[in-house]
């Protein structure tokens, strides 16, 4: 397998659009790395270019330290798994998989072995006589990747693979392409705009936006730490909850003034804030869903950071609930226990774990706190 | 080509040696008459070439009706063409990729080095979204199998043979608007340009004038990737500015914020619906100005 390096690439289209600026980024041998974010970041573009399907306009890609750019994508020992992969109708199983093999002029005793190999992997192996046609949603997505896998090759690169299959598939085939990760110890670049499967699958993530990128990190740190306003809101389902707050000296400490609670700030926090001069300004608070408390309990041990606010929207999920409530001109999210009492169109009080608060610049939007 | 070339490849093509006396070469009609039997006798057995001129709108409606005869191909099919255009030349691989790819009636015509067309012939009408499917199908498994970057474009299903030269057309059109408007992409529908299709047949004098009248000298190449995706997604969303924010992950005073601000340097308002249409229209003419 194989460790890949991407210095300083950009890539700019002949009209002059910028789809990615200055990407970096290196990738150690055997990582699982994410790129994700939303629609027309740049993400498909980059993993293109790895792939040699779209020209690099400038910086510099190396696969174990040798030269990418100009080099043909058949001649980067590369295999791709797209979105919208199409297995040849009336070929079985075992000659989809052999197909790019024998075009490539491969030997038969090669092909065989690879093939079995990968279906073995796959759990294929019954299958390899059947057609396509005779063969379920997740057993084609497997024959897909069994075509990549019969290439060996030194990295993996796979566009929204999971997009086309239905909900619950696509969680199956999460586990198994993890699985797969593991058994293979590949490499592998992986394009999502579903931050689920960002989090389970990545050992590292990049978030880009607009072409360029927000933050590299574990998920983990992207959830609990997330570098700017973007990310925090675009990790983390239902999203994190943005209000505007002006940050005010109270006694030894510092308040967080939203609408027309003052939320006691931790002493942690308000060094920092205090230190970066952001005493007297308007900065952006977030807070997570699952971080906004209705239980007594909560709310009589910190009294000194609770909202108060009507229930718009109550919603049932089993093992949580969702409340749907407005304060100071947002509209918030709570993730609370599935046994409260609190429901549609009642008055309830609302305990924030400023703790785990975030504190973001107005005008960067970059983190202050974290 | 005047009529000694045409006189010249004419026998090349055929092995026989045609000549004209002196006076006949010279006249218009002698022109058009090689141009006929040379078509016959490329087209007389070389089914490719018969397709590729019958695409490309060479053929008179007598040598399609024969070429169609004399291939086999029924008249009343549904028929949907796919142009494929290739980044670099295509090669072998890439053919056997294509020709796996067919569901039996599939009809592959190479253009040129850089082009393809694919014809699927099917008893029902492909619809958009599976004209689409199949777009996205050969993109991927050309850049998957054969490890080739491709664009495909195509026009929607026809039922009469005859209309897939039309259909050609539209999927040139297709491709060289996908090309100039969106880069990004890799699949054009005919169907899908909108207000592309219009504008870009407004003359480059017009286009000005209208950039002028309604942005002074504001130049949107100059404006960030940003502030384009925020405006693109607002018009994807009808002007709605909290489902605007939630495509964008944004908070809805930020998108607001970017809204004031592009106000401010170009005096449009994209909240009011008659700005929005000015923007939107000068956006694309800026795109094809270029």
Do not use: W
Not at chain 2, 128 to 142: F, G, M, Q, R, W
């Amino acid at each position: 397998m194989a460790s890949i390096s991407l210095k300083n690439i950009c890539k700019v289209y002949p009209n002059g659009f910028e789809a990615v600026k200055d990407f970096n980024l290196e990738v150690e041998d055997k990582e699982f790395i994410i790129f994700v974010g939303p629609s027309g970041c740049g993400k498909s573009t980059t993993l293109r270019m790895i792939a040699g399907l779209e020209d690099i306009s400038s910086g510099e890609l190396t696969i174990d330290g040798k030269v990418m750019n100009n080099i043909e994508p058949k001649d980067r020992d590369i295999a791709m798994v797209f979105q919208n992969y199409a297995l040849y109708p009336h070929m079985t199983v075992r000659d989809n998989m052999a197909f790019g093999l024998k075009i490539r002029k491969m030997p038969k005793a090669e092909i065989d072995k690879r093939v079995n190999e990968a279906a073995q992997i796959l759990g294929l192996e019954n299958l390899l006589d059947r057609k396509p046609k005779a063969l379920s949603g997740g057993q084609r997505q497997r024959v897909a990747m069994g075509r990549a896998i019969v290439r060996n090759p030194k990295v993996f690169l796979m566009d929204e693979p999971l997009s086309n299959l239905d909900a619950k598939l696509r969680v199956q085939m999460r586990i198994e392409i993890s699985k797969l990760h593991d058994r293979l110890g590949a490499t592998i670049i992986y394009v999502t705009h579903d931050q689920t499967e960002a989090m389970t699958l990545g050992t590292r993530i990049v978030v880009m936006k607009d072409g360029i990128v927000q933050q590299i990190d574990s998920p983990q740190n992207l959830y609990t730490k997330p570098g700017n306003l973007f990310v925090a809101g675009f990790i983390g389902s239902p999203q994190m909850n943005f209000f505007s707050a002006k940050i005010e000296k109270e006694g030894e400490g510092l308040v967080a003034v939203v609408g027309n609670s003052r939320l006691n700030v931790p002493v942690a926090k308000a060094k920092v804030l205090t230190d970066k001069g952001y005493v007297g300004k308007e900065v952006t608070l977030g807070i997570r869903p699952e971080d906004i408390h209705d239980s007594q309990m909560f709310i009589d041990a910190s009294p000194n950071t609770v909202i108060e606010s009507t229930i718009k929207v109550y919603e049932l999920l089993g093992a949580e609930v969702f409340l749907y409530f407005d304060y100071a001109d947002t509209q918030v999210t709570a993730r609370v226990d599935p046994r409260t009492t609190a429901k549609m169109g009642d008055t309830v009080k609302f305990a924030l774990d400023m703790e785990k608060a975030h504190f973001f610049d107005k005008s960067t939007e970059v983190t202050i706190t974290n | 080509m005047n009529t000694r070339e045409l006189l010249e490849k004419l026998n090349k093509e055929s092995g026989l040696n045609f000549s004209l006396p002196e006076e006949e070469i010279l006249s218009p009609e002698t022109e058009e008459k090689l141009s006929a039997m040379l078509s016959f006798v490329k087209t007389v057995d070389n089914r490719d070439y018969f397709f590729q001129q019958f695409l490309l709108g060479q053929l008179s409606p007598e040598d399609i009706a024969s070429g169609r005869l004399k291939y086999h191909i029924e008249k009343s099919v549904n028929r949907a063409l796919f142009l494929i255009a290739f980044k670099s030349p295509y090669d072998e691989v890439a053919l056997s990729v294509l020709s796996s790819l067919e569901t039996g009636s599939d009809i592959l015509v190479e253009m040129d080095q850089h082009h393809i067309v694919l014809i699927r012939q099917s008893k029902a009408v492909l619809n958009e979204e599976e004209c689409y499917e199949t777009a996205a199908s050969i993109v991927d498994a050309l850049g998957t199998e054969a490890m080739a970057a491709a664009r495909v474009s195509y026009d929607k299903t026809v039922p009469e043979f005859e209309q897939l030269a039309q259909s050609y057309k539209h999927a040139e059109v297709a491709m060289h608007l996908g090309v100039t408007f969106k880069n990004g992409k890799r699949i054009h529908s005919y169907h899908d340009l909108g207000l592309e299709k219009l504008l870009y047949r407004v003359s480059t004098e017009d286009a000005k004038e209208y950039m002028t009248e309604n942005l002074a000298s504001f130049d949107f190449s100059a404006l960030d990737n940003e502030m384009r995706n925020t405006i693109k997604a607002l018009f994807n969303n009808q002007l709605n500015l909290v489902e605007t924010a939630k495509e964008l992950y944004i908070h809805r005073n930020t998108l607001i914020y970017r809204i004031d601000k592009f106000q401010k340097i170009t005096g449009l308002d994209l909240r009011n619906f008659d700005d929005a249409i000015i923007c939107k229209v000068a956006m694309i003419l800026a795109e094809y100005l270029k």
